[in-house]
């Protein structure tokens, strides 16, 4: 994927951004969501809501740790074939 200087830099920026309202919001939020993980008693499937937790990090975090590389010129090695 091709991308600009200018649109890297912004899309790193933005995808930062997001990871670190994430992380705040999920110590901010701590206690509501270790409930959530042990509700599944009293509460059915919300012990679901940590794990959609994680994915949506996974997915932000990783896009955002992909573009820093990018940005630094940073990749993996082309295999040859």
Do not use: Q
Request: proline share 1%.
């Amino acid at each position: 994927m091709k991308f600009t200087k200018t649109k890297l830099v912004l899309e790193t920026a933005l995808l930062g951004i997001c990871s670190a309202v994430l992380y705040f919001l999920l110590f901010y939020f701590e206690d509501t969501v270790l409930g959530w993980s042990k509700g599944f008693k009293k509460e059915g499937w919300l012990f679901i809501a940590p794990i959609v937790i994680a994915l949506v990090f996974s997915v932000v975090h990783g896009a955002f740790t992909g573009h820093f590389w990018e940005l630094l010129g940073i990749r993996a090695k082309a295999r040859n074939k």
